[in-house]
Each structure stands twice: as structure tokens, then as C-alpha cells.
């Protein structure tokens, strides 16, 4: 009797990891919420189901951020959503704000993921602890990008992890024109059937971050 509900158990459990994987395709997902703080997330799908999940930024941890519910929420929400397989949960009292956020954010990802996504602009993310990463929004007209912009970290708060904005303050130069400049030779590459841009001599590294992040984003929109 024991094992017949053992295995009535497990049968459930399968069956339930099944109904979860049958929406999602595999791969690596971006979610991002406008805001003073912009919320961004990477979803991680394998075989169908949410293996990942990830806050990229804001980092709400003792180092940069005094409010507890909000570090609490920081912390508990990816384990939730990976319990969960979903978006379905419950905000948590003084952290409201943030659960609204991470959960728009992953319900973006997610519906990404699963084809159901009605929106236009698309985000691809190259990760650089070191700099900041670099975050790329598309905006896609039917299947043409019309549209390209960098997601910087405008405020320079230590809990934003995106890249600073490379204006004149940025010491080197060719980063400097590379970072005014990628927007127009992307848009150009792209009409021309390609997805990077060829690159700059003194910016090498900021060529590859950039390219690795359009990348990603045309990936998310299927282009």
C-alpha cells in the first residue's frame, strides 16, 4: 500500500513538472520594469521548466540597500518563483513595490519564453561585474528593429548593476565614440543582414560586451 502511494505521489509530481514545461522554450531570458531603479531579471529555461532565476539589478543587499523587507524580498523571491514555476506570488508586507516588480519582470521573461509576449522592445544583457553590464533595449516593428538604445546606470547607485553611461567624463576615447556611435552602426549592421558590429581599435572589450548584448537581444526577438 505504502509503495502504491509512492508511486502515486511521483507519478503527480512528474505529471505536475510536465504541465509546467510544456510552454517554455530553452534559454536564457530577460524581464525588465522601468523605475527609479530599473528591475532587471534573467530567467534561466531548461527542458521546459524555470531553472534560474536571477536579479540582475538593483542588488538589494546590507552593503547598498537599509530596508529590510526589500533585502528579505531580494533574497526570497527566486526561490519562489523556482518553487512555484510561476509568477503567482503573494508580495510580502513592506516589500509590495518590489514583488510588483520582480513579479512584471519574470511574468515579461516568461512570456518571452513561451511566445505569448505582446510587446515590442526586447533587452539583451552582457554581464561585466568588473564595469557594469551592459543592458540593450530593441524596439522591433514587425520583424525590422527600428530602434536601439543602452539601459545605464544614470544615477551611479551602488546597487544599480548596470554600466555607467560612457559621456565625456569617460577617460578613453574610442570607448567614448563607440557608446555614442553603436546605436547607428548596429541599426545599419542589422539592415545589412548582420548582428554586431565590427570592431573598434582601444575599445575592444567594450565592442564585445556591446555586440554580445545586441546579440542576445535580437535572440529574445527572434531575429
Given amino acids: 500500500m505504502k509503495r ?20 517554455y522554450k ?15 531579471v534573467e530567467v534561466g ?22 530596508f529590510g523587507p526589500g533585502i528579505d ?29 520582480y513579479n512584471k519582470a519574470v511574468q515579461m521573461a516568461l512570456d518571452i519564453a513561451s511566445g505569448r509576449y505582446k510587446g515590442n522592445k526586447y533587452y539583451g544583457l552582457a554581464k561585466d561585474f568588473a564595469h557594469g553590464h551592459v543592458l540593450i533595449e530593441i524596439t522591433v516593428e514587425g520583424k525590422k528593429v527600428t530602434d536601439l538604445r543602452f539601459v545605464t546606470n544614470d544615477s551611479g547607485s551602488d546597487r544599480v548593476t548596470l554600466m555607467k553611461p560612457k559621456d565625456a ?11 555614442s556611435s553603436f546605436k547607428d552602426k548596429a541599426l545599419a549592421a542589422i539592415e545589412a543582414g548582420k548582428n554586431e558590429v565590427d570592431l573598434v581599435a582601444g575599445a575592444t572589450s567594450s565592442s564585445i560586451s556591446f555586440n554580445a548584448a545586441l546579440q542576445h537581444a535580437l535572440s ?4
Avoid at 12 to 21: D, E, G, R, T, Y
Avoid at 31 to 37: I, Q
Avoid at 53 to 64: F, G, H, M, N, Q
Avoid at 169 to 179: G, Q, V
Fill in 73 to 101: 524580498a531580494f533574497i526570497e523571491y527566486p526561490g519562489k518563483v523556482l518553487a512555484n514555476q510561476n509568477t503567482d506570488i503573494d508580495a510580502v508586507a513592506g516589500a509590495t513595490g518590489s514583488y510588483e516588480d
Fill in 220 to 223: 529574445q526577438a527572434g531575429l
Fill in 169 to 179: 567624463s569617460y577617460p578613453f576615447a574610442p570607448a567614448r565614440e563607440l557608446f
Fill in 4 to 23: 502504491i502511494f509512492l508511486l502515486t505521489i511521483a507519478i503527480f509530481l512528474v505529471s505536475s513538472l510536465l504541465i509546467f514545461a510544456a510552454d
Fill in 26 to 40: 530553452d534559454g536564457l531570458y530577460i524581464g525588465f520594469v522601468p523605475g527609479r531603479d530599473d528591475t532587471v
Fill in 45 to 66: 529555461i531548461s527542458n521546459g521548466l524555470i531553472v534560474q532565476v536571477k536579479i540582475v539589478s538593483p542588488v538589494k543587499l546590507e552593503a547598498t540597500y537599509s
